[in-house]
């Protein structure tokens, strides 16, 4: 089987003229070029079998027919599916035997023959009904190796069954990138209809991204429908439809960042990190050198910010930020897990640069190395693909990863270049604990601050963690909130708050283990505090120190 993983790039532009009335006059006007010759190159090379993912089947037959023209020698086209059978005259409906009979007996002039509706048949080749279609598919490759006529697949997922691995080419035919975006306005909106400034422009071709052509089509229809134009108000618009496309797809979230890095409390050095690359996914960057970022791996128990450190990330650099619910990469249906984690890719790599936060990893491939293949190894081979692109990456997402339970994550995942930093998130010192009871208390009473007792609240929660203390917080206004003097609930005070604390068991006292064990880890990997605190520091050298060679010992 060869996977052309270079050719999403290449297929970044794609041309659908049924879909959209478009017409090119000459190979240089395609937005697609590329991705033409080479689909020349393997037809004139024989391959036998193509197989070509994509959730659009207009963009992708339109493409075909270009190449068919540029040709040399030219080639005929024939369709077929499972309801109108071959389209040129409707013969063979549902009937795929009859497809694969007409192929193998057709001429050996130069031809393309497209078969879609496929998927189900080649999910289940087993089955008595599907056996003989395999059969019947090997025996075609074989024979097409040796003429002028090629077999494409087309489906919307990628289904392929053991007896075609070694005889397949796949390739994945992924959203439209900006540059096809900024042409498909052009193409479906008059000068006269889109009045944008260069910012909205730019503004909402970002919006666009991750969408399909049909989705564009339809959000810049109903704009124009209802009002008969396009403006910068139209960008709230896709960007709706953006999280609606997200949201069907199950597996990622579009997140509205609103967090700065000015409301988290602590975490100086992690903060200076994340500055001090605001500007790595622009092109001034590019030209300087410097490559994306891969991402960051933030470890640490509950509460100590991870998560919301992954949304003030997002939103310190101005990127959309996807959160990945790696649970619902998991389906119950065999190969549904594969063709999830490919649509994963495909929509994150659409939208960058953009923040892909991947919450508990831990959750599904926690102890995936000692365990044994009770799914059919679907975790092994989701858990690969993910991390082969991570490490192989180069479209601008920035993954941001927050398990809980790091230890019991395979290895590979933290291999260098995976990650650019490791930042372990201990508990807050002191003076954290100080800014972050400031933090919340700014935005819920700004004009009552220095009412507040920030020192002796900080000094009251050691070993509390900074949702624990938003907690506590909450926990006062509640107690002060019951209380109805004159006809008017009792604001807080710092003694609310005091009760609240003393009325709380942190999660440190009962996890201690836990917290220890995440120290010797981040000493042994060689994690960086995300915390100005140099008694963490000290401990984790002393774990270090510990896990070296020992002085010889001899009688």
Known sequence: MLHLFSFPFLLKKSFFRSTLNIKYKNLKNMPHQELIQNMDIMLRARYPLIYIIGAEEDPIEDLLQQVAQISKPLRQIYIWDLVSGWHDNHNDINSIMGAISRINQSSDQP???ILKDIHFILKSPDTPTNAPVIRSLKNLISQLKHTRKTLIL????LTIPPELQEEITIIDFPLPNSSEINYLIDQ????????????????MVKACQGLSRARIRRVLAAALATKGLITDSDIDSILVAKKETLRQTGILEFYSSTDSLKSVGGLENLKTWVRMRQEAFSQTAREY?????????LVGIQGTGKSLSAKTIAHEWRLPLLRLDIGRLFAGILGESENRIRQMIQ????????VLWIDELDKAFGNISSAGDGDSGTSRRVFGSLITWMQEKTSPVFIVDT????????AELLRKGRFDEIF????????????IFQVHLQKIRPSRLRDFDLEKLAQKTHNFSGAEIQQVIVDGMHRAFAVISNGNHRDFTTEDILIAISETVPLSTIAKEQINSLKHWAAEAGARTASINTELEKELKTYSLKKGLGPLEVD
């Not at 087309?154 to 997922?157: A, K």
């Not at 929509?347 to 640069?353: C, D, K, N, Q, T």
């Open 154 to 157: 087309i489906s919307h997922i």
């Open 188 to 203: 479906l909106v008059v000068p006269q209809k889109l009045q944008l400034t260069p910012v909205a422009r730019e503004q």
């Open 403 to 410: 398990p809980n339970n790091v230890r019991i994550l395979p």
């Open 111 to 113: 031809s393309i023959f």
């Open 347 to 354: 929509l994150a790599e659409a939208i960058s640069p953009c």
């Open 289 to 297: 050198g410097i490559p994306n970022p891969k991402g960051l791996l």
């Open 424 to 435: 372990f998130l201990d508990l807050p010192t002191q003076a954290e604990r100080r800014d």
